[in-house]
């Protein structure tokens, strides 16, 4: 692949997922850590676990972030609206939110509009950004097209692929509908099957800036290696 890029370039599209229910305390105080010693762009954590990781954080360039509505998107708005104003209070800096899926496939726009507004409004009054993410394998391309002109009304940070959960991840297909589809002010991020530098650098190149990933240790090495650093 011809293009040149800097450790930076490539560090500053992960977030470092935090997210497998099974970690434990030990497991993720040393995700921290090597998100910080790799310098990535944030590290996306349990809810729980936020605020000792916005700590561990503190001072550095990484960003502290977490999930809202995750994995599934069926909580109630309120619920949501809660969840993103613990974690604003624990010292998020980025929410990744799932739409309601439900209402998304049911045609309710009116209520997902709302909804996307309501938790990115939350958002920005402290100032702080928003990733909303759609689950693209249940969606079809006029589902995912509609939520992309929702987030770009709703002035969302980013438009998001995939939980990581659900049966299906990031694609090129998806990755370049939601590009030609938001805004250029959102930014849009792939998440769920990014496990090595090429495939990194591949989303780079259909104008992906961000990247969820848990082989970061592994990406990031391989490109120190490739830039000699």
Not at 124 to 148: M, P, S, W
Not at 168 to 181: Q, S
Not at 190 to 195: E, K, L, S, V, Y
Request: some cysteine; hydrophobic content about 40%; aromatic content about 6%.
């Amino acid at each position: 692949m011809t293009m040149t890029y800097t450790y930076l370039d490539m560090a500053k599209m992960i977030d470092h997922s935090l997210l497998n229910p099974i970690l434990t305390d030990k497991e993720l105080e040393a995700g921290c850590e090597l998100a910080l010693a790799y310098d990535v762009a944030s590290v996306c954590i349990l809810p729980y676990y936020l605020k000792r990781c916005a700590q561990l954080l503190k001072g550095s360039a990484v960003k502290a972030s977490t999930t809202i509505g995750f994995p599934h998107g069926g909580h109630t708005t309120a619920i949501k609206l809660a969840e993103a104003k613990q974690a604003l209070d624990d010292g998020g800096e980025e929410l990744d939110m799932v739409v309601n899926i439900s209402k998304v496939k049911s045609g309710d726009w009116g209520y997902v509009r709302d909804e996307i507004g309501a938790l990115t409004d939350l958002t920005h009054t402290r100032g702080q950004k928003i990733k909303v993410i759609f689950e693209n394998c249940y969606l079809n391309d006029e589902q995912k097209i509609a939520l992309c002109k929702i987030c770009g009304d709703a002035k969302s940070d980013w438009v998001k692929t995939s939980t990581g959960y659900g049966t299906g991840g990031a694609t090129h297909a998806d990755l370049k509908l939601m590009r030609a589809h938001a805004p250029a002010f959102v930014q849009v991020k792939a998440a769920g099957g990014i496990r090595d530098l090429d495939a990194l650098l591949a989303v780079r190149e259909l104008g992906v800036t961000r990247s969820g990933a848990s082989k970061t240790k592994e990406m990031l090495d391989e490109c120190k290696k490739r830039l000699g650093a």
